[in-house]
């Protein structure tokens, strides 16, 4: 078994703690990290820490700026997602794993989006296979639903807001059959048996209460208590979600959530957006993890994470991105800068430390995507190991003035990762994927989106007359607008 070593001028060997030494030689292989040394720092101006953990994401290779899924209130956005057409799934998770790997990335949780159910599995093994082939740690999310396919209500109703030839239109595109809840779980369980592995594991993905009857959400938590298999879902996402579980359920959602088996240890729930106080109280009584995705909800005006009265109530959160970085990226590291300053409070008054931030997006994150042992890099640990060179960063400060924990949180970027190894594994050297062509991969899939550009086109006017009529359901109008709010 081939043993490789590490030297970083600087070691923070746990995200928890938040303490940084200096000079340090790393040991590791394949069953994890054998030695720690200390050694004279070589003034390299290099960072070794535990890598980041991307707690909510959806893979998405193409970026949805490409075909025409421009930022928007998420209820309008999301259908235009849907306009992305049939490329290689393998290519789009191979792209975004190479982007996130790139980022300091070593596990994500990646809700899989999928046009057909009939093809799920096989795109399932596409996406194992590109996750084996990058060297990045996978959660595999299969969604699930089964009621509520056009918005937060009945079908019909959204599509009586549109001319005739619209409504056949968009019934046509989007109003598939739903499978019945018994081959929605054997779908997980089939994956399961083809893709699990200590590197991929598979979660169940309610999709949302908005979209999931009761007995659908019943199941899976009966099948998650007695699998031990992680579930991942949305949750209070927007305003207009808000409004819809306010109306629906008067007891309250995440209370209603609970009664159903939901809320565990075993459950991560994404956004949570909107919030209150005694729901972050429940949801921490049950030990759950909230994904607090900033970029995403400031970028389709979903609002700001209650993040106060998250951690007030002790409810755990990790840093998920969404697909949505604030500059389209899937740089973790400015993610987390982002949140801390949304959240760092006004004038003296404290707000979310970065020591938080920074647990929050090595532990939480990777304790959503079923990795044990993350956020610590120690003898006998796993072989997760995140270099950072910060000599860009540190150009201007003398020596006395140099705090590396500091500049980690100030300045550093997806730009600064030099080397990502996961599971012994070199990922990423020198900033640039190991185990995939990453610009042949990108070529391709941008050559196959093209071969789509006309059609993708010629949707867009149908598309925007579908948005408004979204945005009249759910502001209460019952004529159009002609424009998105």
């Known amino acids: 078994m081939n043993t490789a070593t590490v030297r970083a001028d600087w070691l923070l060997a746990s995200a928890r703690a938040a303490a940084v030494e200096r000079g340090v030689e790393v040991r590791y292989d394949s069953t994890g990290v054998l030695a720690i040394e200390r050694v004279q720092p070589s003034g390299d101006a290099t960072l070794l820490m535990p890598p980041l953990a991307n707690a909510h994401d959806h893979g998405r290779g193409i970026r949805t700026l490409a075909y025409g899924a421009f930022d928007a209130p998420v209820e309008a956005w999301v259908p235009a997602t849907y306009t992305l057409p049939p490329v290689d799934p393998y290519l789009v998770a191979a792209a975004a794993f190479c982007r996130m790997a790139r980022s300091g ?4 949780v990646h809700c899989h989006l999928s046009r057909d159910p009939r093809t799920l599995v096989r795109e399932a093994q596409a996406v194992s296979r590109a996750a084996r082939d990058v060297g990045i740690r996978i959660a595999f999310v299969v969604p699930l639903r089964d009621r509520h396919r056009l918005g937060y209500g009945p079908d019909e109703a959204i599509l009586r807001l549109l001319d005739a030839p619209d409504a056949e239109a968009i019934r046509a595109r989007w109003l598939r059959p739903i499978a019945s809840i018994d081959e929605q779980v054997s779908v997980v369980d089939e994956i399961a048996a083809a893709c699990d592995s200590p590197q991929f594991q598979v979660q169940y993905g309610p999709v949302g209460a908005e979209w999931c009857s009761d007995p659908l959400l019943e199941r899976i938590a009966a099948a998650s208590g007695a699998s031990g298999r992680r579930v991942h879902m949305h949750l209070l996402e927007s305003r207009y979600q808000r409004e819809w579980a306010d109306r629906e359920y008067p007891e309250g959602i995440v209370r209603h959530l609970d009664q159903a088996g939901l809320l565990s240890p075993r459950l991560t729930v994404a956004h949570g957006t909107w919030l209150r106080p005694n729901e972050c109280e429940l949801l921490a009584s049950r030990g759950v993890v909230v994904s607090i995705n900033t970029s995403s909800n400031l970028r389709l005006r979903s609002g700001v994470a209650p993040l106060r009265h998250i951690r007030e109530a002790g409810l755990k959160f990790a840093v998920g991105l969404d697909a949505l970085a604030i500059d389209d ?10 949140l801390r300053l949304l959240h760092g409070g006004t004038g003296f008054a404290p707000g979310v430390p970065r020591e938080a931030v920074l647990e929050a997006a090595c532990c939480h994150g990777a304790a959503a995507a079923g990795c044990a042992g993350a956020g610590e890099i120690a003898a006998g640990g796993p072989g997760d190991l995140l270099l950072l060179d910060l000599k860009r960063e540190t150009a201007d400060l003398c020596e006395p003035l140099s705090d590396v924990a500091t500049l980690l949180h100030a300045r550093a970027t997806a730009a600064s990762v030099r080397t990502l190894v996961v599971a012994g594994r070199t990922v990423v050297q020198d900033g640039k994927v190991c185990g995939v062509d990453e610009a042949a991969v990108v070529s391709e899939l941008h050559a196959q989106l093209r ?10 006017p149908l598309l925007r007359r579908y948005q408004s009529a979204l945005a009249d359901f759910y502001e209460g109008r019952t004529r159009s607008m002609g424009d998105l709010p």
Not at 105 to 108: E, L, Q, R, V
Not at 329 to 338: A, K, N, P
């Open 451 to 460: 071969t789509h550009a006309d059609a993708m086109a010629q949707f867009l």
């Open 329 to 338: 990226d899937d740089d973790l590291l400015r993610e987390m800068r982002l």
């Open 105 to 108: 990335i070593g596990s994500a």
